[in-house]
């Protein structure tokens, strides 16, 4: 069983930045790929990084690139989620979820454990 939780939301000005934890509990931490997912009100969840359980294969969502990085500390059992540059648009819950794959995946449906969730709410 993995367990995970998000920390590290709140409330910004458009421009700013925040950083994100997701921390996973269960031993084999190391053995999994964690992705970002963001929802909206209204929206569906959306993809927006994600970090293979080696570091070695990071992919983002377009929306995102070339303002957040994500990075993982496998001795914390700790994945972070750097946003700058954040956006009005960027408003939303942002989630952490685990999937047992050597790459990232894109897809909702692929990831069997998730967080809670931690608000983001970026002000115009």
């Known amino acids: 069983q993995v367990q995970l939780v998000e920390s590290g939301g709140g409330l910004v000005q458009a421009g700013g930045s925040l950083r994100l934890s997701c921390a996973v509990s269960?031993?084999?931490?190391?053995?999994?790929?964690i992705g970002w997912f963001r929802q909206a009100p209204g929206k569906e969840r959306e993809f927006v990084a994600g970090?293979?359980?080696?570091?070695?294969?990071?992919y983002y969502g377009d929306s995102v690139k070339g303002r957040f990085t994500i990075s993982r500390d496998n001795a914390k059992n700790t994945v972070y989620l750097q946003m700058n540059s954040l956006k009005p648009e960027d408003t939303a819950v942002y989630y952490c979820?685990?999937?047992?794959?050597?790459?990232?995946?894109?897809?909702?449906?692929?990831?069997?454990?998730w967080g809670q969730g931690t608000q983001v709410t970026v002000s115009s």
């Open positions: 979820a685990a999937v047992r794959l050597r790459v990232v995946s894109v897809s909702v449906t692929d990831y069997a454990y």
């Open positions: 269960g031993r084999t931490f190391s053995t999994y790929t």
């Open positions: 970090i293979s359980w080696t570091g070695g294969n990071i």
